[in-house]
Protein backbone atom coordinates (compact mmCIF):
# COMPACT_ATOMS: atom_id res chain seq x y z
CA UNK A 1 0.00 0.00 0.00
CA UNK A 2 1.26 3.39 -1.16
CA UNK A 3 1.10 6.17 1.31
CA UNK A 4 0.54 10.21 0.79
CA UNK A 5 0.45 13.04 3.20
CA UNK A 6 -1.79 15.41 2.94
CA UNK A 7 -0.66 18.89 3.78
CA UNK A 8 -4.13 20.83 6.09
CA UNK A 9 -1.85 24.04 8.02
CA UNK A 10 0.19 26.89 7.49
CA UNK A 11 0.59 28.17 10.75
CA UNK A 12 3.90 27.18 12.11
CA UNK A 13 6.06 28.47 14.95
CA UNK A 14 7.72 31.61 13.29
CA UNK A 15 5.05 33.16 11.11
CA UNK A 16 4.61 33.57 7.47
CA UNK A 17 7.99 33.64 7.26
CA UNK A 18 8.57 29.99 8.59
CA UNK A 19 6.07 28.68 5.84
CA UNK A 20 8.17 28.26 2.82
CA UNK A 21 11.34 26.74 4.95
CA UNK A 22 8.44 24.41 6.64
CA UNK A 23 7.34 23.47 3.14
CA UNK A 24 10.79 22.95 1.73
CA UNK A 25 11.81 20.79 4.98
CA UNK A 26 8.67 18.37 4.61
CA UNK A 27 9.60 18.08 0.86
CA UNK A 28 12.50 16.44 1.78
CA UNK A 29 11.40 14.45 4.69
CA UNK A 30 8.63 13.17 1.40
CA UNK A 31 11.75 11.91 -0.34
CA UNK A 32 13.54 10.59 2.48
CA UNK A 33 10.79 8.44 3.91
CA UNK A 34 9.56 7.10 1.04
CA UNK A 35 5.87 8.91 0.77
CA UNK A 36 4.85 8.24 -2.28
CA UNK A 37 1.99 11.42 -2.28
CA UNK A 38 1.93 15.17 -1.48
CA UNK A 39 -0.80 17.03 -1.27
CA UNK A 40 -2.78 19.95 -0.08
CA UNK A 41 -5.59 21.48 0.17
CA UNK A 42 -7.59 23.81 -2.61
CA UNK A 43 -9.03 26.61 -0.41
CA UNK A 44 -9.52 30.34 -0.10
CA UNK A 45 -9.36 30.49 3.40
CA UNK A 46 -8.92 27.51 6.16
CA UNK A 47 -12.12 25.18 6.83
CA UNK A 48 -13.98 25.95 10.17
CA UNK A 49 -13.01 22.37 11.58
CA UNK A 50 -9.43 22.87 11.38
CA UNK A 51 -9.51 26.60 13.01
CA UNK A 52 -11.21 28.90 10.75
CA UNK A 53 -10.96 31.59 8.03
CA UNK A 54 -8.31 33.59 10.18
CA UNK A 55 -5.52 31.02 9.83
CA UNK A 56 -3.34 31.06 7.17
CA UNK A 57 -4.24 29.28 3.97
CA UNK A 58 -1.85 28.99 0.40
CA UNK A 59 -3.45 29.34 -2.91
CA UNK A 60 -2.88 25.19 -3.74
CA UNK A 61 -1.10 25.34 -7.47
CA UNK A 62 1.29 27.63 -6.15
CA UNK A 63 2.01 25.47 -3.45
CA UNK A 64 2.74 22.48 -5.58
CA UNK A 65 4.77 24.53 -7.88
CA UNK A 66 7.15 25.30 -4.81
CA UNK A 67 7.14 21.50 -3.86
CA UNK A 68 7.70 20.27 -7.09
CA UNK A 69 11.37 21.58 -6.33
CA UNK A 70 11.69 20.40 -3.46
CA UNK A 71 10.75 16.91 -4.03
CA UNK A 72 11.91 14.63 -7.26
CA UNK A 73 9.74 11.33 -7.52
CA UNK A 74 6.49 11.95 -5.06
CA UNK A 75 2.95 12.32 -6.90
CA UNK A 76 1.68 16.06 -6.54
CA UNK A 77 -1.95 16.75 -6.10
CA UNK A 78 -4.57 18.82 -4.11
CA UNK A 79 -6.57 17.15 -2.35
CA UNK A 80 -9.16 17.99 -4.20
CA UNK A 81 -9.77 21.11 -6.60
CA UNK A 82 -12.93 22.72 -6.39
CA UNK A 83 -14.32 22.08 -9.96
CA UNK A 84 -16.23 26.31 -9.47
CA UNK A 85 -12.32 27.46 -8.42
CA UNK A 86 -10.53 27.65 -11.86
CA UNK A 87 -12.12 27.67 -15.83
CA UNK A 88 -11.60 23.80 -17.08
CA UNK A 89 -9.75 25.17 -19.87
CA UNK A 90 -7.16 26.77 -17.27
CA UNK A 91 -7.07 23.99 -15.05
CA UNK A 92 -5.96 21.52 -17.34
CA UNK A 93 -3.04 24.06 -18.18
CA UNK A 94 -2.24 24.53 -14.72
CA UNK A 95 -2.07 20.61 -14.17
CA UNK A 96 0.18 20.39 -17.34
CA UNK A 97 2.25 22.71 -16.27
CA UNK A 98 2.85 21.38 -12.86
CA UNK A 99 3.03 17.93 -14.71
CA UNK A 100 6.11 19.13 -16.90
CA UNK A 101 7.76 21.43 -14.64
CA UNK A 102 7.51 18.61 -11.75
CA UNK A 103 9.18 15.37 -14.48
CA UNK A 104 5.73 13.55 -14.69
CA UNK A 105 4.14 13.63 -11.59
CA UNK A 106 0.63 15.86 -11.46
CA UNK A 107 -2.59 14.07 -10.77
CA UNK A 108 -5.63 15.40 -11.17
CA UNK A 109 -7.50 15.58 -8.31
CA UNK A 110 -11.24 17.08 -8.25
CA UNK A 111 -14.37 17.25 -6.35
CA UNK A 112 -17.43 19.33 -6.74
CA UNK A 113 -16.96 22.05 -4.29
CA UNK A 114 -18.33 22.90 -0.93
CA UNK A 115 -16.90 25.77 1.27
CA UNK A 116 -20.02 28.86 0.31
CA UNK A 117 -18.34 30.86 2.90
CA UNK A 118 -15.04 31.27 0.97
CA UNK A 119 -16.44 31.40 -2.40
CA UNK A 120 -19.08 34.08 -1.27
CA UNK A 121 -16.65 36.22 1.09
CA UNK A 122 -14.08 36.41 -1.98
CA UNK A 123 -16.31 37.46 -4.91
CA UNK A 124 -16.44 34.09 -6.48
CA UNK A 125 -19.57 32.46 -7.95
CA UNK A 126 -20.93 29.06 -5.98
CA UNK A 127 -23.94 28.04 -7.62
CA UNK A 128 -26.42 25.28 -6.55
CA UNK A 129 -25.26 22.04 -5.75
CA UNK A 130 -26.99 20.81 -9.08
CA UNK A 131 -25.24 22.97 -11.24
CA UNK A 132 -22.08 22.30 -9.34
CA UNK A 133 -22.40 18.63 -10.79
CA UNK A 134 -23.15 19.33 -13.91
CA UNK A 135 -19.94 21.99 -13.86
CA UNK A 136 -18.12 18.88 -12.34
CA UNK A 137 -18.54 16.79 -15.27
CA UNK A 138 -18.29 18.80 -17.94
CA UNK A 139 -14.80 20.08 -16.61
CA UNK A 140 -13.70 15.69 -16.31
CA UNK A 141 -14.97 16.10 -20.29
CA UNK A 142 -12.65 19.07 -20.79
CA UNK A 143 -9.56 18.18 -19.27
CA UNK A 144 -9.33 14.64 -20.84
CA UNK A 145 -9.93 16.26 -24.33
CA UNK A 146 -6.95 18.78 -23.63
CA UNK A 147 -5.04 15.90 -22.91
CA UNK A 148 -5.66 14.11 -25.91
CA UNK A 149 -5.18 14.92 -29.82
CA UNK A 150 -9.00 16.36 -30.02
CA UNK A 151 -8.91 20.39 -30.14
CA UNK A 152 -12.59 20.79 -30.37
CA UNK A 153 -14.50 22.25 -29.66
CA UNK A 154 -16.49 21.66 -27.29
CA UNK A 155 -19.67 23.17 -26.82
CA UNK A 156 -20.82 22.00 -23.12
CA UNK A 157 -24.16 23.57 -21.02
CA UNK A 158 -21.51 25.58 -18.93
CA UNK A 159 -18.87 25.89 -20.95
CA UNK A 160 -17.63 26.73 -24.34
CA UNK A 161 -14.24 26.20 -25.65
CA UNK A 162 -13.64 27.11 -29.42
CA UNK A 163 -10.23 25.22 -29.57
CA UNK A 164 -8.95 23.00 -26.89
CA UNK A 165 -5.17 23.41 -27.48
CA UNK A 166 -2.86 22.34 -24.97
CA UNK A 167 0.78 22.88 -25.76
CA UNK A 168 3.22 20.97 -24.19
CA UNK A 169 1.04 18.23 -23.57
CA UNK A 170 2.11 16.28 -20.21
CA UNK A 171 4.89 14.11 -19.75
CA UNK A 172 2.44 11.71 -18.15
CA UNK A 173 -1.29 12.29 -19.02
CA UNK A 174 -2.02 13.15 -15.28
CA UNK A 175 -4.14 10.58 -13.25
CA UNK A 176 -7.56 11.88 -12.38
CA UNK A 177 -8.49 11.59 -9.04
CA UNK A 178 -12.30 12.22 -7.73
CA UNK A 179 -12.61 13.24 -4.09
CA UNK A 180 -16.38 12.71 -2.13
CA UNK A 181 -18.41 9.54 -0.93
CA UNK A 182 -21.68 10.48 -2.93
CA UNK A 183 -23.18 7.26 -4.30
CA UNK A 184 -25.74 8.73 -6.81
CA UNK A 185 -23.50 11.09 -8.99
CA UNK A 186 -19.66 11.32 -7.57
CA UNK A 187 -18.52 7.70 -7.60
CA UNK A 188 -20.63 7.32 -11.07
CA UNK A 189 -18.11 9.72 -12.27
CA UNK A 190 -15.76 7.82 -10.59
CA UNK A 191 -16.46 5.28 -13.06
CA UNK A 192 -17.04 7.17 -16.63
CA UNK A 193 -14.25 9.20 -16.23
CA UNK A 194 -11.73 9.31 -13.15
CA UNK A 195 -8.76 6.86 -12.57
CA UNK A 196 -9.39 6.68 -9.00
CA UNK A 197 -11.32 7.21 -6.17
CA UNK A 198 -10.69 8.83 -2.61
CA UNK A 199 -12.97 8.22 0.12
CA UNK A 200 -13.11 9.68 3.53
CA UNK A 201 -12.30 6.53 6.16
CA UNK A 202 -12.49 5.21 9.82
CA UNK A 203 -9.26 3.37 10.00
CA UNK A 204 -10.54 0.92 12.67
CA UNK A 205 -13.32 -0.27 10.66
CA UNK A 206 -13.55 -0.72 6.70
CA UNK A 207 -17.31 -1.98 6.32
CA UNK A 208 -17.89 2.02 5.38
CA UNK A 209 -15.16 1.95 2.69
CA UNK A 210 -16.51 -2.01 1.44
CA UNK A 211 -20.20 -0.51 1.51
CA UNK A 212 -18.57 2.96 -1.10
CA UNK A 213 -16.84 0.18 -3.59
CA UNK A 214 -19.23 -1.94 -4.02
CA UNK A 215 -21.37 1.20 -5.12
CA UNK A 216 -18.26 2.06 -7.40
CA UNK A 217 -18.08 -1.48 -8.68
CA UNK A 218 -21.45 -1.36 -9.44
CA UNK A 219 -21.14 2.18 -11.36
CA UNK A 220 -18.73 0.27 -12.94
CA UNK A 221 -21.08 -2.26 -14.46
CA UNK A 222 -23.29 -0.28 -15.73
CA UNK A 223 -20.72 2.24 -17.59
CA UNK A 224 -19.02 -0.55 -19.20
CA UNK A 225 -15.76 0.38 -17.58
CA UNK A 226 -13.44 -1.18 -15.69
CA UNK A 227 -13.40 -1.50 -12.03
CA UNK A 228 -10.16 -2.88 -11.74
CA UNK A 229 -8.08 -0.47 -13.16
CA UNK A 230 -9.05 2.37 -10.79
CA UNK A 231 -7.01 3.44 -8.29
CA UNK A 232 -8.76 3.00 -4.61
CA UNK A 233 -7.76 5.93 -1.81
CA UNK A 234 -8.90 6.95 1.16
CA UNK A 235 -8.33 9.38 3.45
CA UNK A 236 -8.23 9.05 6.86
CA UNK A 237 -6.25 10.17 10.56
CA UNK A 238 -2.70 10.03 11.15
CA UNK A 239 -1.34 7.16 14.07
CA UNK A 240 -1.10 10.03 16.61
CA UNK A 241 2.83 9.59 17.61
CA UNK A 242 4.16 6.99 14.51
CA UNK A 243 6.86 5.82 16.75
CA UNK A 244 4.60 4.17 19.34
CA UNK A 245 1.31 3.97 16.74
CA UNK A 246 2.92 3.21 13.88
CA UNK A 247 2.41 -0.54 13.58
CA UNK A 248 -0.97 -0.52 15.16
CA UNK A 249 -1.79 1.91 12.05
CA UNK A 250 -0.19 -0.69 9.56
CA UNK A 251 -2.15 -3.28 10.88
CA UNK A 252 -5.58 -1.34 10.20
CA UNK A 253 -4.59 -0.50 7.00
CA UNK A 254 -4.16 -4.33 6.44
CA UNK A 255 -8.02 -4.78 6.14
CA UNK A 256 -7.97 -1.75 3.86
CA UNK A 257 -5.56 -3.58 1.56
CA UNK A 258 -7.36 -6.64 1.91
CA UNK A 259 -10.62 -4.94 0.14
CA UNK A 260 -8.34 -2.90 -2.62
CA UNK A 261 -7.19 -0.19 -1.41
CA UNK A 262 -3.84 0.94 -3.03
CA UNK A 263 -2.98 4.10 -1.00
CA UNK A 264 -4.14 5.84 2.06
CA UNK A 265 -3.63 9.60 2.46
CA UNK A 266 -2.78 10.81 5.87
CA UNK A 267 -2.77 14.30 7.37
CA UNK A 268 -0.12 15.51 9.78
CA UNK A 269 -1.55 16.22 13.36
CA UNK A 270 1.03 18.71 14.79
CA UNK A 271 2.91 22.08 13.62
CA UNK A 272 5.55 20.46 12.23
CA UNK A 273 4.78 18.35 9.24
CA UNK A 274 8.77 18.13 8.59
CA UNK A 275 9.58 16.13 11.75
CA UNK A 276 6.62 14.16 11.58
CA UNK A 277 7.14 12.87 7.88
CA UNK A 278 10.63 11.86 9.03
CA UNK A 279 8.59 9.79 11.68
CA UNK A 280 6.27 8.19 9.02
CA UNK A 281 9.02 7.49 6.88
CA UNK A 282 10.67 5.49 9.76
CA UNK A 283 7.77 3.42 11.39
CA UNK A 284 4.88 3.96 8.90
CA UNK A 285 6.55 3.56 5.27
CA UNK A 286 7.83 0.16 5.46
CA UNK A 287 5.22 -1.57 6.76
CA UNK A 288 2.36 -0.22 4.55
CA UNK A 289 4.61 -0.49 1.29
CA UNK A 290 5.33 -4.53 2.52
CA UNK A 291 1.14 -4.52 2.26
CA UNK A 292 -0.47 -6.53 -0.47
Known sequence: MKLGVHLVTYDFEGGPPAIAPMLAATGKAVEEGGVDNLSVMDHYWQMEMVGGPDLNMLEGYTTLGFLAAHTSSAELQLLVTGTTYRHPGLLAKIITTLDVLSGGRALLGIGAAWYEAEAVGL???????????ERLE???????????????????THYQLGRTLNRPQPIRTPPIMIGGTGEKKTLRFVAKYADACNLFADPADASGTVHKLEILREHCRNEGSSYDRLRKTITCMAPPDPAADGAAFVEQMRAFADIGVDEVHVMPPSNDPA??????????????????
Do not use: I, N
Open 275 to 292: AFVRALGEHVVPGLHALA
Open 123 to 133: GVPFPSTKERF
Open 138 to 156: ETLQVVRQMWSDDEGPYHG
